[in-house]
């Protein structure tokens, strides 16, 4: 495939590969993770087939929504050296199909999802997809510098979704888990706006550092890192995790302070900044998640066997 | 050749047609057909997936719900 030249493969209808491409499958690792913690710290249990199916559900659902987002964001990504290869930017797909192919793994997620399993979880998977779609995609991001802050509710829902496949039901505790990735995302995401500021300064999309300057950023890294730091430990004093998720967040959330400390205080980045406390606390938050949730499953493992109390 | 040979050329007429018809490089048509086959085999094996995977369920909510 010639992706430098779609005049050359215009004739080609788009390749199987390119609409995996769009499911973005590496934000879906994350999403898939976190589902499945969310339904293996859940009370209960569930059959392991209809297990397996909330998850993919969870996965295809996710898959759809950035479709969708691609679909509506191909101009943008085709000003960003990030984004510009991907399939409708770089001319490998026409939009249509797109589009076509976001709503209708989205509308099967929610369909096998509501019949196979619950329509409670369907319900907040419909709404996640609406959420990431329409209420950041459509609307927030090319309005707000907060986008992002409102935004990452849609990624926060997934271990909601998977804590709901088990129980139909939804508690404090996986709202707790959804609030901890929600107050994750604005320092995950403005840590890598820092470093790839001027590519979305270009196409126009108000991210942070753009609109209220690295400065104020740079604070609000450090605000949310601390805000994230109390979310991740509460689940412990309020008794619906034991030590071994209370003590590993606290250390992992002290860790997280620290490099967005590095961040938040920074003062001085010129031309030709490597930018090393930014990309560090880009890395390490997403370890972090993976790092928090693990202890999740661990911890709940352990209190289910009587190991621990 | 069967009893129809309009219809036998009809579809003879669908199916070595080119896929477009302002498209006449032996090269390109090659590259269209193997890109529809490739999309064809990957659906073929996503709808197999998909109706074991219902079976698949009916068979544990036969087992919850007796």
Redesign the interface.
């Known amino acids: 495939m010639n992706a430098d030249n779609p005049a050359q493969t215009a004739?080609?209808?788009a390749?199987?590969r390119d609409f995996f491409a769009l499911t973005k499958p590496r934000v879906m690792t994350l999403v898939i993770f976190t589902a499945i913690c969310g339904l293996l710290a859940a009370p209960g249990s569930i059959?392991p087939?209809?297990g397996f199916?909330a998850i993919?559900c969870v996965a295809l659902g996710a898959g759809g929504s950035a479709a969708l987002n691609q679909w509506h964001e191909a101009d943008i990504d085709a000003g960003m050296k990030r984004t510009a290869q991907r399939p409708l930017p770089a001319g490998r797909m026409e939009r249509d199909s797109a589009l076509q192919f976001g709503l209708g793994l989205s509308a099967l997620s929610v369909f096998v999802m509501g019949v196979?399993i619950n329509w409670l979880s369907a319900a907040v998977l419909a709404f996640s997809i609406f959420f990431y779609a329409v209420v950041y995609t459509i609307w927030l991001k090319p309005r707000t510098p907060q986008n992002i802050v409102i935004g990452g509710a849609a990624g926060a829902f997934p271990p909601l979704i998977g804590w709901a496949a088990v129980t139909n039901d939804i508690t404090l505790m996986p709202v707790l888990l959804l609030l901890i990735i929600f107050v994750w995302t604005p320092p995950h995401f403005w840590a890598l706006a820092l470093f790839v500021q001027t590519d979305y300064a270009r196409v126009g999309i108000p991210m942070m550092p753009v609109v209220r300057g690295e400065k104020s950023t740079r604070r609000q890294i450090f605000v949310y890192a601390l805000i994230l730091g109390a979310v991740a430990v509460l689940p412990w004093p309020l008794g619906f995790t034991g030590s071994v998720y209370g003590i590993g967040a606290a250390l992992l959330s002290a860790l997280f302070l620290l490099f967005s400390a590095q961040v938040g205080f920074r003062t001085s980045t010129g031309e030709g900044d490597a930018m090393t406390p930014e990309k560090r606390l880009f890395f390490y938050s997403i370890l972090y998640l993976f790092a928090l949730f693990t202890l999740l499953v661990l911890d709940a493992i352990l209190l289910s066997r009587g190991v621990i109390a | 050749m069967s009893e129809h040979p309009q219809l036998d050329k009809a579809v003879d007429a669908v199916v070595d047609d080119s896929p477009?018809p302002h498209?006449t490089d032996p090269a390109?048509i090659a590259?269209?057909r193997a890109?529809?086959a490739?999309?064809s085999k990957?659906?073929g094996i996503l709808l197999a997936a998909l109706a074991i995977?219902f079976f698949?369920?009916t068979?544990?909510?036969m087992?919850?719900y007796g």
């Open positions: 004739y080609l209808p390749d199987w059959h087939v209809l199916t993919l196979a | 477009l498209i390109q590259a269209i890109r529809q490739a999309r990957v659906m995977l698949a369920i068979i544990a909510k087992k919850i």
